[in-house]
């Protein structure tokens, strides 16, 4: 089983830049698809940004593409999510995913089946 700790949320102005890092223990990631989405109360999780296990393929969602960049340190264990220009329509609690089959070949919202506890960002205009 692999535990997923998101971290690098916080309060920032429209325009501001964050980045989200997520880190991944109980097993070596680095054969796995990963991903972030993104909810807000009331409303079902979306697909933001996913990465293949080597880096040579993400799909964004149309809403932060441009914006926000997606990548991987496997030797860290660690995936990022690099979010500029940062909108309040953004402010939602981020949460990071992983497959748990090694290998995939990712589609746009490919099925993640770990999930990490989420980490707040708030973007104010």
């Known amino acids: 089983q692999v535990q997923l700790v998101e971290s690098g949320g916080g309060s920032v102005q429209a325009g501001d830049s964050l980045r989200l890092s997520c880190t991944a223990s109980?097993?070596?990631?680095?054969?796995?698809?990963m991903g972030w989405f993104r909810q807000t109360p009331g409303k079902e999780r979306e697909f933001v940004a996913n990465i293949n296990w080597r880096s040579d393929h993400t799909f964004y969602a149309d809403s932060v593409k441009g914006r926000f960049t997606i990548s991987r340190d496997n030797a860290k264990n660690t995936l990022y999510l690099q979010m500029n220009r940062l909108k309040p329509e953004d402010t939602a609690v981020y949460y990071c995913?992983?497959?748990?089959?090694?290998?995939?070949?990712?589609?746009?919202?490919?099925?993640?089946?770990?999930w990490g506890q989420g980490t707040q960002v708030t973007v104010s205009s």
């Open positions: 109980g097993r070596s990631n680095s054969r796995f698809a």
């Open positions: 995913a992983s497959d748990k089959l090694p290998f995939s070949v990712i589609r746009p919202n490919h099925l993640m089946h770990f």
